[in-house]
């Protein structure tokens, strides 16, 4: 029978927090991979926006000037900002149906903190959004159309890569409200819709009025104007006014569905 | 209600160098209530380091609420919740107790051995991850993808995902539900081999002759109130008397006590109900020295005797 009265073999007080709440390296690169493997994923956010930009940027405009580069650079910015935004609404949209899987409930057996697993989760959103970004970049210096300083090429994949997180917060929202695996099917529409309507796509030069004055408000105008405000030295406002108070719509959205969903951890 | 609540375990043992050992588990007067639901109703249990112990009750009774509790999953309404001498987030913060739940999912598209690398690396220091697949006898399909396994594979790596942290305490909530025969089987042959190394268990269960086969000591629940609390065949020997019947006006209870192999009385109305292992002693002396009349005997099966117990057949709900 078992060793009732033996002495404990384990002894709790050699027993050590780990630190960080419980963030790894193994942690991150296991969640990174499952991102990798995700074809559907990889297909939309890195094949779309590339084939995309070749489309539009090998177009007779493509080498009129915008601010410091040119209309492929200008192209080059808003395809690598949709591939990110898109990545990082499918991670962000992962939580819920994570949660909804009881995975969660399995990680609060463990140290991990859940403060900890959403920050894995931001830091997987914009490590997989600066893979995007710098890929779509590559491949689009490679073929060497897009033409501005090198700085103003960093500056603009770093500031898109901020922009991601907005995208993140708005896939956790979206998980919550679309529980199961039927979030990413309206992302994905979705954020191409939000894009067209933004001026990802087409400049809203090419719309009408009463369409610019709807797409002034809509989440992908703020962030793009502000990813490409390295290149185009232009920055309304209004378009940062509208980045920001999306991202703290859609934190807060995030917040609020997964804090009435405390009760299934 | 039984009269005879077993308790003859040492509340802590004293280690080899005399240093007072905390309890691996410590319940004093927990409650718990869900809105008006009252899940416990104030349970005290004290569990030594190195016991085996079942939960055992049927759905309802308040088993699956407690372990909530001992793992820091939900706070008590009222009393204190200690594992290992400490609170229970900061036992699991530590690796140092764990445990296979009932409805703990796992990520469908990682394979085995990610999933054990995954919650190998949350811990500040846990065994080897081979070494878990190992004693859970899931080497085998290591790299086989979670979404391919069968039931009881995917039980057998919650069981590797507990044994990581290589915990003092292991908690198994129903863990054969839904396992063939020889899942189950196979499944306990890893628990006992394990728990041979001194690590503390405590699983819920609503099968009596699970509780009996692999538990030193079965702790009976019945609707969030532990009921009886005693090794199998203490339990086996309460839930097998006999149940004498009678009708006795202004019954005197206390009377009967001091009669051997008497578990309760229950007084309804002008009947009396004495559950007992010696029902020839209590008819006799009913007979002889009370104004008791009309006796009826009747024995229990085991199973329906265990039911009476628990009260399963009174409604409960989960």
């Known amino acids: 029978m078992s060793a009732v009265g033996q002495p404990l073999r384990i002894d709790p007080s050699a027993r050590r927090v780990p630190p960080l709440g419980g963030i790894n390296p193994t942690l991150v690169g296991i969640e990174v991979r499952r991102m990798l493997r995700n074809r559907r994923t990889v297909i939309f956010a890195l094949v779309f926006p590339v084939a995309m930009y070749f489309i539009f940027a090998g177009q007779s405009y493509g080498g009129q000037k915008v601010g410091s580069g ?177 991202f703290a719509l859609f934190v807060l959205g995030a917040a609020w569905r997964m804090s009435k969903d405390t009760a299934r951890v | 209600m039984l009269g005879a609540v077993i308790d003859t375990r040492t509340v802590a043992g004293l280690s080899d160098t005399g240093v007072r050992r905390a309890a691996a588990v410590a319940l004093r007067g927990v409650t718990k209530d869900f809105g008006a639901v009252q899940a416990v109703r104030g349970i005290d249990l004290e569990i030594a380091p190195g016991e085996i112990v079942a939960f055992l ?26 594992v290992l001498g400490m609170h229970p987030r900061a036992a699991v913060a530590r690796g140092l107790v764990s445990a296979v739940m009932q409805t703990g999912g796992l990520l469908k598209d990682l394979t085995v051995r990610e999933t054990a690398q995954y919650m190998a690396s949350l811990f500040a220091a846990s065994g080897g991850v081979d070494d878990a ?46 396992m063939d025969v020889e899942g189950r089987r196979d499944f306990w042959r890893a628990i006992r081999e394990d728990a041979e190394q001194g690590r503390t268990v405590l699983f ?29 065949a203490e339990i086996k020997a309460l839930a097998s008397g006999r149940t004498v019947r009678a009708t006795w006006p202004q019954a005197d209870t206390s009377a009967l006590e001091p009669i051997g192999g008497v578990d309760s009385v229950e007084v309804r109305g002008d009947s009396v109900l004495v559950h007992t292992s010696d029902s020839d002693a209590v008819a006799r002396w009913l007979l002889t020295n009370t104004a008791a009349r009309d006796l009826e005997i009747n024995a229990r099966g085991i199973e329906e005797a265990f039911l009476s117990l628990t009260g399963a057949d009174e409604g409960d709900q989960s």
């Open chain 1, 70 to 246: 040119n209309v492929a650079a200008y192209i080059l910015v808003n395809m690598a900002l949709y591939g990110a935004a898109l990545t990082a609404a499918s991670i962000g949209s992962m939580v819920a149906m994570e949660r909804a899987q009881g995975w969660s409930r399995q990680l609060r057996l463990t140290p991990l903190n859940p403060a900890a697993y959403i920050l894995v989760k931001s830091l997987v959103a914009l490590l997989m959004g600066g893979f995007v970004i710098a890929l779509v970049n590559v491949i689009a210096a490679s073929q060497g159309r897009a033409q501005m300083p090198t700085p103003v090429w960093v500056e603009c994949g770093v500031v898109t890569v901020v922009c991601t997180l907005t995208f993140a917060s708005l896939g956790v929202f979206i998980g919550y409200v679309v529980p199961g695996e039927n979030a990413m099917q309206i992302l994905g529409p979705g954020l191409a819709a939000l894009s067209f309507l933004g001026g990802v796509f087409i400049p809203l030069t090419q719309y009408s009025e009463a369409m610019r004055q709807i797409a002034y408000w809509t989440p992908m105008y703020g962030v793009s104007e502000v990813a490409r405000s390295p290149l185009t030295h232009e920055l309304p406002w209004y378009a940062v006014a509208n980045a920001v108070a999306w």
């Open chain 2, 57 to 82: 009750g049927p759905n309802g009774a308040g088993k699956t609420s407690t372990i909530d509790l001992v793992l820091g999953l939900s706070q008590p309404t009222t009393g204190s919740v200690e």
């Open chain 2, 133 to 178: 697949l190992d004693r859970a006898g899931i080497s085998g399909i290591a790299d086989r993808k979670v979404v391919k396994c069968s039931g009881g594979e995917q039980q057998r790596l919650r069981l590797a995902l507990a044994l990581l942290p290589d915990p003092a305490l292991l908690l198994l909530d129903e863990p054969t539900t839904g």
């Open chain 2, 204 to 232: 819920a269960t609503h099968y009596l002759e699970e509780a009996d086969q692999y538990a030193d000591r079965i702790v009976l629940v019945r609707k969030g109130l532990v009921v009886a609390d005693g090794s199998g």
